[in-house]
């Protein structure tokens, strides 16, 4: 034994290495350091939960409106100790930074009630008092005048949800986002709970947005209000030839209630001199849309318009009182001098399943030149022609 041990003797202990103090972190605890922003955006990233929660807390602790927008990205974390060190994060920094760096990341507090993994309702509830406590109600509708769409709309949201101002207030802090379609509808919706004077005003302010259904619901709150209607029948009038048929269909019934032969009105204002194109063409619409089988005659002397937009219009009206002139329509369409007019022609055939002799449509497309279109007719009609297609 002894010269064993002698061969290979017993290893000393090691002696223990001197301690050393560790090395203070800029942000952070524990094993996790974050040297700055861009080091806690990586944190948040992370896929330890254990790193995001202490990159959480590090934010938390820098009076940064930078940071806003990071902890807003782990409020719906899959961790819930992220989420919840998130939420005291964003409370506590919420009276510590100024209210519009808060302001502008309320938009993604409020998508959190879209979202499944947990129920926010709650917290975003108690944000949004807070918010409101901080900011003020001045500050809130000064965003919903002025801020963009996204925030904007935050900001209405959040007044009407907790009824932090009058609907007067609200509705004329939309200011020049009557342009936003969302603001719009809202603030027409809100009108009827106005009086009729206040009603009128912002209903005539809507009345000029280039949204087809903001009109249309400020036309309609302008019809129901109730006093003298001859103060409307102008602006009823008007919408009589709007673009939108929607807005159309809300002036229509008002006005045949005040007497108003709808059939010469829009007779006359089709025939009006130097109407403009698209004038001519809603009127045309708007005269189909009374469905008396009596205007085709009359539809059927624009389809020879100096407009091509026209001709199409007299066309398609033409069609809708009488789907089963369908075979003259598409001829006559065939014959048109522009390609979007003779375009129209295919459409049907393909559509509408109308009868054209391949032998007509050859003669006329080799006329204008037309071997594209010639070539998708042929590739619809085949060789047989429409005899084969519809069975004829």
Not at 73 to 85: F, G, H
């Amino acid at each position: 034994m002894s010269i064993f041990f002698r061969l290979f003797p017993p290893a000393l202990p090691a002696e223990p290495a001197p301690a050393r103090s560790a090395p203070a972190l800029p942000l952070g605890a524990g094993q996790f350091a974050f040297a700055g922003l861009a080091d806690l955006e990586q944190g948040l990233a992370s896929y330890c939960g254990y790193e995001r929660e202490a990159a959480v807390r590090a934010c938390g602790a820098l009076a940064d409106p930078r940071v806003l927008p990071l902890l807003a990205s782990r409020l719906n974390d899959w961790v819930p100790q992220v989420r919840e060190a998130a939420r005291a994060a964003l409370m506590t920094l919420l009276a510590q930074l100024p209210p519009s760096a808060s302001l502008a990341i309320l938009p993604r507090v409020q998508h959190l009630l879209n979202a499944g993994r947990t129920d926010h309702r709650a917290w975003v509830d108690a944000f949004e008092q807070e918010l409101i406590r901080v900011a003020g109600v001045q500050a809130l509708l000064q965003r919903v005048h002025d801020a963009d769409h996204a925030v904007a709309r935050a900001s209405f949201r959040l007044l009407r949800q907790h009824g932090a101002c009058t609907v007067a207030e609200l509705i004329g802090a939309i200011g020049r986002n009557w342009n936003d379609v969302m603001l719009a509808i809202q603030g027409v919706r809100l009108c009827v709970r106005l009086p009729p004077d206040q009603r009128s005003v912002l209903c005539r302010m809507a009345l000029a947005s280039p949204f087809g259904s903001v009109r249309m619901l400020a036309l309609q709150a302008m019809i129901d209000i109730d006093i003298s209607s001859d103060e409307w029948l102008p602006a009823a009038r008007a919408a009589l030839l709007d673009a939108n048929s929607s807005v159309r269909a809300v002036a229509k019934p008002f006005m045949a209630r005040h007497g108003v032969d709808l059939r010469a009105f829009y007779r006359t204002a089709a025939r009006q001199p130097d109407q403009k194109a698209r004038q001519v063409v809603t009127a045309l619409a708007g005269l189909a849309s009374l469905r008396n089988p009596e205007d085709i005659a009359f539809l059927r002397t624009f389809t020879t318009h100096g407009c091509q937009s026209v001709r199409a219009q007299a066309l398609t009206e033409w069609l809708h009182l009488a789907p089963g002139d369908k075979d003259d329509i598409a001829l006559a369409a065939l014959m048109d001098v522009s390609r979007t007019g003779r375009k129209l022609s295919l459409q049907m055939v393909c559509k509408q399943r109308t009868y054209i002799p391949m032998a007509l449509v050859s003669a006329r497309l080799a006329a204008t030149g037309d071997m594209d279109m010639l070539a998708s007719f042929a590739e619809r009609l085949g060789s047989g022609g429409m005899a084969r297609t519809n069975g004829r």
